[in-house]
């Protein structure tokens, strides 16, 4: 009798214990929530291709590539049982127009670790959620471009920044930041079958090469005493700012984006496999007048070297060094990446060179110069060459990749009579229509710093997915529960725009301290498979896109 009273009571013991382990926990749950971090879901694809809203998942029919292309419309929530046309959807490796219908994927899952900033400063490039200053109401997710105290601008495509007026520097992206960031100009493992069936790559001298094994896959240096080039043949349509996230066919039409927007900061990769001690890999790219070349031989030997002609001309030896040989047969990762006014080599991931500001970088002065007079002066294609010379070797993998380009946006339109309440701010600076973007290189923006009260301190912000994202460059808005002013009990709707001007804290275009979310910093939920008998219900999670934000 005892021993059915003893487990009695440690029946009802082990169950109290269950129910205080799961009280905890939840408990646990909601303080991790408010105070830690908490899940957001992306609502649209201004930070595409690397996070994204609504979308479609494409496989190319024509090369194979797969793209996200993203749901036009985010005020509107797509069918997710059905499938549906992606509307103008054209692969971003070979442009073909994707022909078929297909389900509408929800947005990335992100997590946000909140009050990071509390102890750690915030820094360029991170990822951000913060509280939309145009609509309190919503959360948006960005890259964080500039700091306050700073004064920002964006040329040709870069972020500049300066302080105090001193010189205007280049904002280089972290590594991490600039891997995420690169984007396909053109992938040579996805060879088109449809359509466009001209290669994308072709040798100066055919007889020094072969370039149809693995289907075109594979390029075959037959071996020779002076150096041979595979050219990268594209119009300039292949540098434009595209985005295979976007309806890239009414972006041209639309004239949205400017054939002087073409993007000079690439990166050429490819995998050398020498069959002999004398084969030398050859790595060239051009920008502007600028051209590059790396010559990594397989005994080890590496030669960088730079021409400011963009014909003719001589080349200056950069740097040369010695690094460890490749046996034959041997596959090692090669590539080369003029971004940001720097460029890297790499060999096996591994930065071996990478170049000073006192042998390159950029003068925004002549840069900008230079811009005003595209008209009469275009900017050169960009050239991107494979070459090698010695031995015979292979080469793999070859791939062809952009950095990110920032375009200039136009400010968003403002009504012609001040009926709506987020104006009402925009109105009482005296903010017109004409008035040029925020950043744009003839009108930068300075970042309020408040050293006084941080929490009023201005941050800049862009999207990824440039062309389309509604971010720092373009909003005319301000919510009424900002902080707009220092003396808000003033009648600022019967004071001068010069009057508003000096009661202003608020700055049009940044996200305020006090509205910072916190940092992204891991994609949990990507859009999940599609099970064979629910199908409109993705919940079988995609566990190799889960992944950190960079």
């Known amino acids: 009798m005892a021993q059915k009273e003893n487990t009695g009571h440690s029946d009802y013991a082990s169950i109290r214990d269950t129910v205080e382990s799961i009280g905890i926990a939840i408990i646990l749950a909601f303080v991790l929530r408010a105070f830690v971090v908490e899940a957001f879901v992306i609502p649209t694809g201004s930070m595409a291709p690397r996070l994204m809203g609504e979308h479609w998942d494409l496989s190319c029919p024509n090369c194979g590539y797969e793209y996200a292309f993203g749901w036009p419309d985010s005020s509107i929530q797509p069918e ?54 145009q609509n309190n109401r919503e959360n948006y997710i960005k890259r964080l471009i500039g700091l306050p105290g700073e004064e920002i601008k964006i040329v040709h495509g870069d972020v500049y920044y300066r302080q105090d007026a001193g010189p205007w520097l280049i904002r280089r992206k972290t590594p991490s930041a600039q891997e995420a960031m690169l984007q396909v100009v053109h992938d040579n493992d996805y060879q088109t079958g449809l359509k466009d069936n001209e290669k994308k790559w072709l040798p100066t001298d055919a007889s020094q090469w072969n370039s149809t094994g693995d289907y075109g896959r594979k390029f075959t240096f037959n071996g020779g005493s002076s150096a041979d080039e595979m050219v990268f043949q594209a119009d300039r349509r292949a540098f434009l700012p595209l985005y295979g996230y976007n309806n890239i066919a009414d972006m041209w039409n639309s004239g949205d984006l400017a054939q002087d927007e073409i993007v000079t900061d690439l990166q050429i990769s490819a995998t050398f496999v020498p069959r002999s001690q004398d084969a030398v890999a050859i790595l060239r790219l051009s920008s502007f007048e600028n051209r590059f070349r790396a010559s990594i031989g397989a005994n080890g030997k590496v030669v960088v070297e730079h021409c400011d002609k963009l014909t003719g001309g001589d080349w200056k030896v950069w740097k040369e060094l010695q690094i460890p040989p490749m046996a034959a047969g041997e596959a090692h990762d090669l590539a080369m990446a003029n971004v940001d006014y720097r460029l890297t080599v790499y060999v096996d991931g591994k930065a071996i060179y990478q170049t000073t500001d006192d042998e390159y970088t950029a003068n925004v002065d002549e840069l900008n110069a230079r811009m005003a007079t595209l008209s009469a002066s275009p900017i050169p294609t960009p050239q991107a060459q494979l070459g090698a010379v010695g031995g015979e070797c292979d080469f793999f993998h070859v791939r062809l990749m952009r950095d990110e380009y920032y375009t200039v946006a136009k400010l968003a339109a403002m009504p012609k009579e001040n009926t709506w309440p987020g104006f009402d701010f925009a109105y009482a600076l005296g903010l017109q229509n004409n008035h040029s973007a925020w950043a744009s290189a003839n009108n930068p923006i300075k970042l309020a710093k408040h050293d006084d009260n941080p929490d009023l301190d201005s941050f800049f912000v862009l999207g990824d997915n440039s062309p389309v994202s509604l971010d720092g460059r373009a909003w005319t808005q301000a919510a009424p529960s900002l902080r707009l002013w220092k003396n808000p009990e003033l009648p600022h709707d019967r004071m001068s725009k010069e009057e508003n001007s000096a009661d202003a804290i608020y700055q049009l275009g940044t996200v305020p301290r006090y509205n910072l979310i916190g940092k992204a910093f891991f994609v949990y939920w990507p859009s999940g498979f599609r099970a064979p008998v629910l199908t409109g219900l993705p919940i079988i999670p995609n566990v190799g896109k889960m992944r950190l934000i960079r």
């Open 80 to 133: 997710r049982e059905t499938k549906l046309p992606p509307g103008k959807a054209r692969c971003p490796n070979c442009f073909y127009v994707h022909p078929s219908e297909a389900y509408v994927n929800a947005g990335d899952r992100v997590l946000v670790m909140k009050y990071l900033y509390q102890f750690s400063p915030p820094q360029p490039w991170d990822v951000v959620v913060f509280k939309n200053p």
